[in-house]
Nanobody, 122 residues
Framework: QVDLVESGGGLVQPGASLRLSCTIS????????VGWARQAPGKEHELVAS???????TYSDSVKGRFTISRDNAKNTAYLQMHSLKPEDTALYSC????????????????WGQGTQVTVSS
């Protein structure tokens, strides 16, 4: 059993900052790449940031320079620091991770959290 739980979303004004957290729980697991994706009504699902185990990061062009992804492996937690938020950043932000369950799997599988809503509006 693996759970990904996001937190930190909310309603903010344009230009504000937010930090999202994703805590991953499970026993006898290994977590590989972790990412944040977002889905807004009427828009395509977008992977905005990802971070590997050696902390190599990638960002979509839409958030590059404003968002920073990080991870704390000791806490099995990933973060998405968001600055200079814009109305177009409004979306449901979900955490995703490639996880190996030692007792049942031989390959990493992709897991998703339920998401946390971010609304940017004046």
């Amino acid at each position: 059993q693996v759970d990904l739980v996001e937190s930190g979303g909310g309603l903010v004004q344009p230009g504000a900052s937010l930090r999202l957290s994703c805590t991953i729980s499970g026993s006898k697991i290994d977590i590989s790449t972790v990412g944040w994706a977002r889905q807004a009504p009427g828009k395509e699902h977008e992977l905005v940031a990802s971070i590997t185990t050696d902390e190599s990061t990638t960002y979509s062009d839409s958030v590059k320079g404003r968002f920073t992804i990080s991870r704390d492996n000791a806490k099995n937690t990933a973060y998405l620091q968001m600055h200079s938020l814009k109305p177009e950043d409004t979306a449901l932000y979900s955490c995703t991770a490639n996880i190996l369950l030692y007792e049942s799997d031989s390959n990493y599988r992709q897991f998703w959290g339920q998401g946390t809503q971010v609304t940017v509006s004046s």
